[in-house]
């Protein structure tokens, strides 16, 4: 079993609609989490941690379900420029990026 | 700026002609480390440094060897590259202790391929 796995997608969105992104880890006590965004070619960089508590920064919200161990990440009104794939992070360690496991991605392409 | 800069951004090499891909970072970070991506697989981890002459396997270190003798620079080195090393790879740094806060800072990414 991956230790994370996500759909690939892609999901074709209209420009404004509201998508989701399911990831699951398969490592109970991973400790950090983490959303980045690679577009096309490029290098990963890094969207946004996500908290225990659940976080927002701006049209994405993140979210961690430790009980069923999933992470999602939500953006609302979606603009062209969110076009890329998104990929969930896992550190399994917690302190220490030495063991990041990365999902394979999920793509997302907003149709004007 | 910050930044991870890695060269050359494109290679196109033979089997067994040894090369070098070089890694740098300006922003004094212990941590560095080589990924490799390739389709359906996502990023793997080739080899990692947690600080000058300190380095470890990641999960994919067949076929790959690295040195870090100065903090701010982590080759890669093929010695004897083979088509299935064919691939995408980025050097990525971090500080030395990360956690929920902390960021990944990944080069441009070179693309080789082996012939």
């Known amino acids: 079993r991956k230790e994370v796995e996500q759909d690939p997608g892609p999901f074709n969105v209209p420009e404004g609609a509201t998508v989701a992104f399911n990831c699951t880890y398969s490592n109970s006590a991973s400790q950090s989490f983490f959303w980045y965004r690679q577009d096309c070619r490029k290098e990963p960089k890094l969207l946004m941690s996500?908290?225990?508590s659940g976080n927002e920064d701006g049209r994405f919200t993140a979210q961690l379900n430790r009980a069923s161990q999933y992470i999602s990440l939500l953006i609302r009104d979606s603009k062209l420029s969110d076009s890329a794939t998104y990929l969930c992070v896992v550190n399994p360690l917690g302190a220490g990026a030495n063991n990041l496991f990365f999902g394979t991605g999920t793509r997302l392409t907003v149709i004007p | 700026e910050a930044q991870v800069t890695q060269n050359p951004r494109y290679l196109i090499t033979v089997t067994g002609k040894k090369l070098t891909v070089t890694c740098s970072q300006n922003m004094n970070h212990e941590y560095m480390s080589w990924y490799r991506q390739d389709p359906g697989l996502g990023l793997r981890q080739i080899y990692y440094s947690m600080n000058v002459e300190v380095t470890d396997k990641g999960d994919v270190p067949e076929g790959y060897k690295v040195s870090r003798k100065e903090k701010r620079n982590f080759p890669l080195i093929l010695e004897s590259p083979s088509p299935n090393q064919t691939s995408l790879y980025f050097c990525a740094s971090t500080s030395a202790f990360g956690g929920p806060t902390d960021t990944q800072y990944f080069g441009p990414g070179t693309r080789l391929t082996v012939l």
């Open positions: 996500v908290y225990s």
